[in-house]
């Protein structure tokens, strides 16, 4: 079985970084292995959550799993809190990468045009150098206008524009970028990704469900990491993480008294597991 790491923060309510990556991952057949970044009571949309700090945690962890010779098949970062967090992540790609190894950075900090609580620009620019180093990244077009320093395009784009967007980011390094939350018709959502080295786009649209939910991103990045790992191709991995993230929505608006804060993706696993055998 392969063991892949998650690097991210714990929000113990929330259904966000690793209270997702970590089941998602885990049910698709993948020794998940995980580095807790911070201890949350809740993710930070709620008022006055609580925030413990583990940044010093995280060398010495890493340091004993390199004194007992564990290696990882490949490593997802997300929701990192600081430019010392991002050195460390960067440190630990480093220290553990072996030919194979995938590197798969999702620069969660932000959407529908604005940063999250807490970052700011030179933050962005900062994430923005840890995908340099990654092979593929998974930002969405909120994330990627920050870590380039640009204007966010708003819901006013073309296909033309998501495929030039998609080459600057590719210029920070990565050889692999996917742009989340594109929507290149009415109705129509998903994501479209660059490969710079076969200079190759792919794209995979689904039905557009107009709410707008926390912890998508999230939900999509767990399952297109967890796909590649299963060895599903670029294209497939893409559709088989915007169908599971559509059906995660589609469970989630199923139940009138569902919750504000994530969407139900474990109702959806038996659909995540169907597209994995796909
Ligand atoms: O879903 C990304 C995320 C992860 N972790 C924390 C967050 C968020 C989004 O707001 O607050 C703590």
Redesign the pocket.
């Known amino acids: 079985m392969k063991r892949v790491l998650s690097i991210?923060?714990i929000?113990c309510v929330?259904k966000?970084?690793l209270t997702?990556a970590l089941p998602i991952i885990s049910a698709a057949g993948l020794e998940t292995a995980i580095l807790p970044t911070?201890v949350?009571s809740?993710?930070?949309?709620f008022k006055g959550?609580t925030f413990r700090d583990l940044t010093d945690d995280i060398k010495p962890i890493a340091d004993h799993w390199k004194e007992q010779k564990i290696a990882f098949d490949g490593i997802y970062t997300?929701?990192l809190?600081s430019f010392r967090q991002i050195e460390l992540v960067e440190n630990i790609f480093t220290e553990f990468h072996h030919p194979g190894m995938l590197r798969f950075v999702d620069p969660?900090m932000g959407d529908n045009g604005k940063l999250?609580?807490g970052f700011d620009a030179p933050f962005a620019r900062r994430m923005g150098q840890l995908c340099g180093k990654a092979d593929i990244i998974v930002p969405n077009l909120t994330e990627a206008a920050f870590m380039l320093d640009e204007e966010f395009m708003g819901a006013d784009y073309t296909v033309d524009d998501v495929k030039a967007l998609l080459k600057r980011l590719c210029g920070l390094g990565t050889p692999v970028a996917a742009l989340t939350g594109v929507c290149p018709a009415p109705g129509r959502c998903g994501v479209m990704a660059y490969d710079s080295r076969r200079g190759e786009y792919c794209e995979y649209y689904s039905e557009l469900i107009p709410t707008s939910f926390?912890?998508t991103?999230?939900v999509f990045a767990s399952a297109c990491f967890a796909a590649m790992m299963r060895g599903q191709e670029l294209s497939k991995a893409l559709r088989t993480a915007v169908e599971f993230t559509v059906e995660s929505i589609r469970q989630t608006i199923a139940y009138p008294d569902h919750n504000w804060y994530g969407v139900d993706f474990e109702t959806a696993t038996p659909k995540l597991l169907e597209l994995l055998a796909e």
Do not use: M, R
């Open positions: 991210q923060d929000s929330g966000c970084s997702v911070a949350l809740t993710h930070t949309a959550f997300g929701y809190g969660a999250y609580p926390h912890g991103g999230d």
